[in-house]
């Protein structure tokens, strides 16, 4: 008996999109000559990218969080064609700052698809009851958290609230 071959790896639909990434097009052209591809499901698609290197009030530097929220915006723009992309770095990463942010975000369409990626500090707290809650750590925030400066942070919460 002959085993039979392994299952194909392609996953096949009929847009001419996927017939164009197929024949080694570019996955941003379509078939007909280049056009931007057409937008499925979302009426805009809009990016957030916050990056903090430099912390200003003794939580360590990292190397690349600002280089990657510009090589995350870059790709977010030119590879996967979002309408619109926005920063927010070093200096820029204040809790007023990022909120600000959310803002404007909330002002987008409920059809437009909206991502966000952070590359920075974040920091666990341990509450009350001994769970853990999240935070991510503006540039001016102090360290180490605590309960009484937890306000200087920015709470998985707040984002929620924020994006409302």
């Known amino acids: 008996m002959q085993a039979a071959p392994p299952p194909s790896r392609i996953v096949s639909n009929a847009s001419p999109r996927t017939k164009n990434i197929a024949r080694g097009g570019k996955p941003n052209s379509s078939a007909a000559g280049g056009a931007p591809p057409k937008k499925i499901g979302y009426?805009?698609?809009v990016s957030l990218h916050i990056g903090v290197s430099?912390?200003?009030?003794?939580?360590?530097?990292?190397?690349?969080g600002?280089?990657?929220?510009?090589?995350?915006?870059?790709?977010?723009?030119?590879?996967?064609?979002?309408?619109?992309?926005?920063?927010?770095?070093?200096a820029q990463v204040t809790k007023e700052g990022i909120q600000l942010a959310f803002q404007k975000l909330a002002e987008c369409h409920a059809d437009d698809l909206v991502i966000v990626t952070y590359s920075g500090h974040g920091a666990p707290l341990v509450m009350a009851n001994g769970h853990d809650k999240g935070y991510l750590v503006p540039v001016d925030a102090p360290t180490p958290i605590t309960r009484m400066n937890v306000s200087s942070f920015v709470s998985m919460a707040e984002l929620g609230t924020w994006g409302d």
């Open 43 to 45: 009426r805009r698609k």
């Open 54 to 64: 430099k912390y200003t009030n003794g939580w360590n530097p990292l190397k690349n």
């Open 66 to 90: 600002t280089g990657d929220a510009l090589a995350l915006q870059k790709r977010f723009r030119d590879v996967l064609g979002f309408d619109d992309t926005y920063t927010l770095l070093d």
